[in-house]
């Protein structure tokens, strides 16, 4: 049975993956929206849709949540109160419009969260941060630019000769699925921070022996969770997304969508639960700097970085904070 922290748990995890939704939609389709590939309702139902089976496929991402992080039994108040740190963050964020990472926003919160519970750093995983968090927060963004930015170049070579015209049609047609590879990255990657997180208190509630996977009906839960979310857009993040780092062509939105998918999906494999935001947004300054790099809005891309930067720190503060808070409260 179900214990009424237990219960408060799934629904603010459930709570954070609809924020994600909404979040991180711009990451799918804004490239798509703003070069009029798509319209924005278009967009949005085919990321729903894709973020949906994107989330049914895979839980190593999941497995590093709920079990590579921390080496100790949490109790429920705990998880919860990292959810609620990643929510605050996430939520100011989206109100700011700043693309910021649901991915790092959870897992700084659950660190920040753990510490203040034990009064010292020794269960965290440290191993399992810096090879899974840590590392993939640099490399990831780094790949996005670099192959970004050697698509880019590869575009422009192949197509040389084509009319400006002629080039636009062909990759409006193209970004509809490439917006589909990124939405089902999307779902493949964040969605399962979710899982992990519901799975970690299903284990420490002992309802779910720790050897277990995920249980479907919490892969089913969070996918629909996320698509509903996506559903209802992010348009102030994805006002900085389509436009503010760079000027989007068909192309270089083909471009940047392509190269952040498989970035991510890469990550995935791996189990590195990595920012769609990050990726994406130094694809699109990867393929924008390949035709000058006087393209790139960098005082734009310096904010969105220095978002970055302060994420995992902010959200351990504001994890640390909320278990004291919510303790003092409960108990």
């Known amino acids: 049975m179900l214990s009424s922290i237990l219960i408060l748990v799934i629904i603010f995890a459930l709570i954070f993956e ?17 070069t009029k590939a798509l319209t924005p309702k278009k967009a949005i139902l085919l990321a729903a849709c894709m973020n949906l089976v994107g989330a049914l ?9 709920s079990k590579g992080l921390v080496d100790i039994e949490l109790e429920q108040y705990v998880i919860l109160s990292a959810l609620i740190g990643a929510i605050i963050w996430n939520l100011f964020t989206w109100w700011k419009g700043i693309p910021s990472s649901s991915s790092h926003a959870l897992i700084g919160s659950l660190v920040g969260a753990v510490m203040v519970y034990t009064m010292s750093s020794e269960h965290i995983l440290w191993s399992g941060v810096v090879q899974k968090v840590i590392i993939p927060l640099f490399t990831s963004p780094l790949m996005g630019l670099i192959i970004g930015f050697i698509f880019m170049r590869l575009i422009y070579k192949i197509f040389a000769k084509w009319s400006q015209s002629k080039v636009n049609r062909l990759f409006l047609k193209l970004q509809i699925f490439s917006s589909a590879f990124v939405a089902f990255s999307h779902g493949n990657n964040d969605a399962q921070k979710t899982m992990g997180i519901i799975t ?24 629909a969770t996320m698509a509903l979310g996506t559903s209802l857009g992010g348009w102030k993040i994805m ?3 389509g436009g503010g780092v760079t000027k989007l062509q068909p192309a270089s939105g083909f471009v940047a969508q392509t190269a952040s998918a498989l970035v991510i999906e890469a990550s995935t494999f791996l189990g590195a639960p990595v ?8 694809s699109i300054m990867g393929a924008g700097s390949a035709k000058r790099k006087t393209a790139v809005r960098w005082g734009m891309a310096g904010n969105i970085l220095l978002a970055w930067v302060v994420t995992l720190p902010i959200t351990m503060v504001l994890g640390g904070i909320t278990v004291i808070v919510i303790k003092s409260l409960w108990f």
């Open 200 to 223: 970690l208190a299903l284990v420490t509630g002992g309802l779910l022996d720790a050897s277990s996977g995920v249980p479907l009906w919490v892969k089913i839960t969070c996918a």
């Open 18 to 34: 609809f924020i994600n939704g909404f979040h991180d939609t711009a990451n799918a389709i804004a490239t798509s929206v703003y």
């Open 275 to 282: 920012s769609t935001t990050q990726v994406i947004t130094t």
């Open 57 to 65: 496929v895979s839980e190593k991402v999941a497995a590093t949540i």
């Open 239 to 241: 006002k900085t997304m």
